[in-house]
């Protein structure tokens, strides 16, 4: 959907405004549904262990699109073909149809489900996951999912996480421009820096799965000390980063320093914590609680667009970094309270809701079924319960 939209939308803008607007919001409501189907995928494609590093991978690959896509954007923009910038949605949109023509050749909801998956491989993820992980369907739990108070600490910290992200990578620019005076080009460079952090999810998230291992520490344990070690300590760089004057050097150091403590959350947290509560629902959980921290990410540049709108001075500045600490502090006390990296009491289906799918001769429901027609078949009739 994506892909064909940016296809569309130089010829939306030639035709008229209104057009081009109305692709850009089906844009969004498309990529609204990325988070969720990514983590409804993994949970059926990873095994518990491994769980933080895959949502990892995923997440920095996303960065890195970001990355690319900037710089890409305006190398076409400036050398491209169809008059430069039509050629930017050309390009991404074609990329992204060829992918999805692999997606939809390769690529399956469950092991289950693919039509092209070994009987050895099937067998390796019913080991790994247990077979009702694999075919299970159940309907969703919505009551409970919404009166869950770990789901909701998970949202507040989701909330905070965007919050004060988006204070940083979406309001550098403007801070290094005005507060630390640099100009155009260096403010670019610069402002790329605390992309890089992002990096360092990868190890983090190893580290938090090497240290649910059986024998270290439990879920629930890693999970409250990786979100308040990253939400305090970068709380701590936000407000350090009101009091560096016109060191230029530091001011950039410290705004990587703070993306690096934010990810110690994110990736081994935020990311993660959804597939701790309801595995089977980690997709829906993934809507709800992106869909609150995208309230934050709103709220964030309004907020900081309204405090520094007068004059842009250090001081106002300063005001915009103790209000996001503040955020990350609130969300860090809300999800020690509150969170949970434990497995919730309607997580999983109960027998009369579960559907089977699964596509191999010998699947569950197979079994089950010349279980209870051999017990019929001897004894003239189905125990009870069967």
Known sequence: MLSVISLL???????????????????????????????????????????????????????????VGMLASGVLCEHGFAGGWPSVFYVFGAVGCLWSAAWFLVGDSSPSTHPRISRAELDYWERETGKTQLVARPPTPWRKLLTSFPVWALAVAFFAADWGLFTLVGCIPLFMHDVLGFDMTSNGALSAVPFIAAVLVIPLSWLADWLRSPGRLSTNVVRKVFLVTGFLLCACMLVLAGYTGCDRALAVAIMFLAVACAVIAIGPVILSNQFDLAPLHAGKIMGLTNFVANVGQIAALHTVGAMTYHSSTRSEWQNVFFLAAAIYAAAAVVFVAFGSGQRQSWADPDDRSVAYVDKQPDTAA?????????????????PPGL
């Open 366 to 382: 197979a079994q089950i079924a010349g279980v209870t027609a051999g017990l019929a078949e001897s004894n003239g009739s189905l």
């Open 9 to 67: 939308s130089p010829a939306a803008a030639r035709l008229h405004l209104a057009v081009f607007l109305l692709l850009r919001l089906l844009a969004g409501f498309g990529a609204g549904a990325v988070f969720p189907a990514t983590h409804a995928l993994i949970a059926r494609w990873s095994t518990p262990r491994n769980r933080s590093v895959l949502v990892a991978i995923t997440t920095v690959g996303g960065v890195a699109g970001m990355v």
